[in-house]
């Protein structure tokens, strides 16, 4: 089904919470991997979607992230999808290095295991060389 | 690498937010489909883990809602992981049936375009049949 919904826009589709924010996983467009969960304001979200480069809302430093403004890690957008009660999107991104500060490819690298925590994914790269933040 | 972190469990690695909730999401663990984003309290986690079967809770009924009680689109646990500040989880699931409550097989069922949105999923179930609720 290939139905475009008139001139209705994605972000008129998008609930932002009382903080003004939107959960935003973001997705190896080809792999399928979830690489990380953040949040996007308005103007994050139509920053993503004129740029074609990732951005965030940084609840933390309270200021837009423009993922890899630092680091150079950068998330390409290759698509944008809202979900059907528009609390969240799904970022499908062609993702430069790794997404998570820790220099793993994602930032879900820890899975519960029978007695324990198991870490599942290594380290590709040095965490210092992405300036020790997030981004 | 497979290191397990000693008595640690995942539990104790999660955030839960100022209203006792973390972010799930969750994903078709073979095709990696990125199915829907809902929320856990710790009970939640718990019982998800201790049962194998998925359970949110539910906002805007304010209670743990045990996906798929009603409709039969339960989902079962095949792992799950958290993120490096604890504040998301990724569920990795096998989901029968569709997650949607439109009767699709994920909630992310529209896209951005250049002057719109597209649908990009079929709805594969009645909604009707789903009882109309979003379980």
Redesign the interface.
Known sequence: ??????????LD?VSFDANGLV?A?A?QHD????L??AWMNRAALEET?ATGRVCYFSRSRGKLWRKGETSGQVQHLK???????G????VLVDQTGVA???G?RS???????Q????????VETDPEKLYGS?D
């Open positions: 089904m290939t139905t475009v919904t008139g001139k209705r826009e994605l589709l959960a996983i997705q792999t399928g991997e979830v990380m969960l979607l698509e944008l999808r809202v979900d059907c009660d609390d969240a999107v799904l998570c500060h820790t793993r930032c879900f690298y820890r899975a519960a295991r007695g324990g925590v198991e870490t599942i994914l290594d997030r």
